[in-house]
């Protein structure tokens, strides 16, 4: 089972990719302007397709680049399901935006636990 939700985390860490992509390419031709901010973020966007693979053939090194993403996840808001933003499409500035955006975070510090407890039980070397 736990296996299984590596599979599901890399495939989560695809898709946060495709939603991304065009960001980082934009951000190359703005590179300039705030050089290390948009190297970071480059950097970021292109980690979501090594984790997004390794994970998925259940590689051990997925989870330390995973641990290496998590501050610039938080910081740049490129989050596991921050796809549930879009999904509900509210509006910016509302509550319900706000709890949503709450949501997420706490859904990403749940996917940090499993990672912790998949490294510890399966990866105990």
């Not at 610039?72 to 596991?80: E, G, K, Q, S």
């Not at 510090?109 to 990866?123: G, V």
Request: charge should be positive.
């Amino acid at each position: 089972m736990k296996k299984n939700l590596l599979i599901a985390f890399g495939l989560l860490d695809l898709y946060s990719f495709f939603r991304t992509y065009k960001i980082g390419v934009s951000m190359l031709d703005s590179i300039e302007y705030f050089p290390i901010m948009s190297i970071l973020e480059i950097l970021l966007i292109v980690s979501l397709i090594v984790s997004g693979v390794l994970s998925i053939l259940r590689k051990k090194i997925s989870l330390i680049i995973y641990y290496a993403q998590i501050p610039l996840r938080l910081a740049f808001m490129i989050l596991t399901f921050g796809f549930l933003l879009k999904i509900f499409g509210l509006q910016y500035d509302s509550i319900g935006y706000k709890i949503l955006v709450g949501i997420t975070f706490l859904l990403e510090i749940a996917r940090l636990t499993f990672t912790i407890m998949i490294h510890k039980r399966i990866f105990r070397n």
